[in-house]
Every structure is written in structure tokens, then in C-alpha cells.
């Protein structure tokens, strides 16, 4: 669901971890202002208390904001979204059906896509998440994407907000090498973060019965059940 616009805040509320859990929605709306040191640092610091396999601490962290090199990176990265989301919008087909009309879920979230991507290079901090290379990458991403959602709780904690991405694809090659990133580490995520133009709220999800099971597969409880007044989302494969 894309993000409701609303004017920037440069404060951020307190939220609760449970609330935080349930709220922290993809952002990809930002303000054009800079986030402080201490906020960067704090939001970082965070990311790095995830759990890794065997406590190696196998992730690490470049982050971009105005350097010349995170200026050339994002430049980068910018050619790379927007190649992406113009792929992604063809063979989704967001300019058909709902798509065309102007105030339906489908045209809002092609509009936020359009200002992300359109305005990448804009944005205050990218976060380059990598971990070491140990295994065939499937286990790999256990050591790294719980610090990645780290950090994005800590971003809606600080008042912002990101979304993590892999549309670095295309320029991979030539991004690892205007940043050094060596070989034998993996470039698991791109995560943009900024001040929200959209904000955050209950996200929409499938119901929680169609997602969790006791006991085997398709196997209901009393206790499995949304609390009062949760939204659903219409997305996700058929309904069984």
C-alpha cells in the first residue's frame, strides 16, 4: 500500500517494540534534509546487535550520504532502480487495469515508485548491506537480513523511514568496485532511509490464519486469530 502523503516532522514519537513491529511500513518517500551523525549512528548501532550465525558478526555496513564517492555511488544506484522499476512496472502491468485509474491502491503505489526512483540520488543515507561469502547464500542471508530489519526499526523508532531492496543488480560489478567491497563478501540489500514524506501506520498483511498452523499444515487453533481491528491486504497468492 503505498504511503499517505503528509508533511515531514522533525521529531519522531515514541513507539512501542510491539507497535513498532506492526507499523514500520516500506517508505520510499524521503524530505530533502540531511539525518545527523548521531542519528546514523544510532540507527547503525542497532543493526549491528542482530544475531549472526555462530556470533561471527559476518555483516557489514557501508553507508552512503554526501561524500563524492557516495555521490558517484548513488548516481549509480539511481540508473540501476530506475531500470528496474521500469521492468517491473511493464510485466506487472501497473499502467492496465486499476493501474489506469488515478485513485486506486495500483496508481498510488506506481506513483511512489515514480518519486523514489525518480529521486534516488536525493536521498539522505543508503545503507549497503553486505555479509562474508561462508556457505551457497542461502544460509548466508540468515546472518545479515535480521540486522537489516534492525535497522529499519530503528529508523521508524528515530522518526524515518527505508525499505529494504536488491535492485543494485544491475550495476553490481561497478558499485563494488567504486566502493571496494571485496570478493569474498555478499551484497545482500540496498536500504534507503530518510526523513518520511508518507508515513507509517498499520501495514496490511494476509490474516493471521492463513499464515500460521499448530500442530501440521493447515492445522487451526482459537488462539490463531488478528487482533480487533486489523486491516488485510487483498495481495499474496489465491486463498485457499
Known amino acids: 500500500m503505498a504511503e499517505e502523503p503528509i508533511a515531514a516532522s522533525p521529531t ?31 540507527m547503525l548501532f542497532a543493526a549491528t546487535r542482530a544475531p549472526t550465525g555462530s556470533n561471527r558478526q559476518s555483516f557489514r555496513f557501508v553507508a552512503l550520504r554526501d561524500g563524492p564517492t557516495a ?15 521500469a ?27 515514480d518519486h523514489f526512483v525518480d529521486n534516488f540520488e536525493r536521498t539522505p543515507l543508503v545503507v549497503l548491506a553486505c555479509v562474508r561469502r561462508r556457505h551457497d547464500g542461502i544460509g548466508d542471508g540468515a546472518s545479515v537480513y535480521p540486522a537489516c530489519q534492525n535497522l ?3 529508523a521508524r523508532a528515530l522518526g524515518y523511514g527505508g525499505v529494504l531492496t536488491m535492485w ?10 567504486l ?8 551484497l ?17 498483511r494476509r490474516p493471521l490464519d492463513e499464515l500460521v498452523f499448530e500442530d501440521r499444515w493447515d492445522g487451526g487453533a482459537d488462539w490463531i486469530e488478528d487482533p480487533a481491528g486489523t486491516r488485510h491486504t487483498a495481495a499474496g497468492p489465491p486463498r485457499r
Open 179 to 186: 566502493i571496494g567491497i571485496p570478493d569474498d563478501h555478499h
Open 12 to 42: 519522531a514519537e515514541p513507539v512501542g517494540l510491539l507497535e513498532g513491529l506492526s507499523s514500520t511500513r516500506a517508505i520510499r518517500r524521503y524530505a530533502d534534509e540531511p539525518i545527523p551523525d548521531t542519528d546514523v549512528r544510532d
Open 152 to 154: 529499519l526499526l530503528a
Open 87 to 113: 521492468a517491473k512496472r511493464r510485466s506487472d502491468g501497473y499502467d492496465e487495469g486499476s493501474g489506469a485509474v488515478e485513485d486506486t491502491p495500483k496508481a498510488r503505489q506506481a506513483r511512489a515508485m
Open 168 to 177: 543494485h543488480g544491475m550495476v553490481e560489478p561497478e558499485l563494488r568496485e
Open 71 to 85: 555521490t558517484e555511488a548513488k548516481s549509480l544506484l539511481g540508473e540501476s532502480f530506475r531500470a528496474g522499476w
Open 188 to 204: 545482500a540489500a540496498t536500504i534507503p532511509i530518510g526523513r518520511p514524506l508518507g508515513r507509517h501506520g498499520p501495514v496490511r
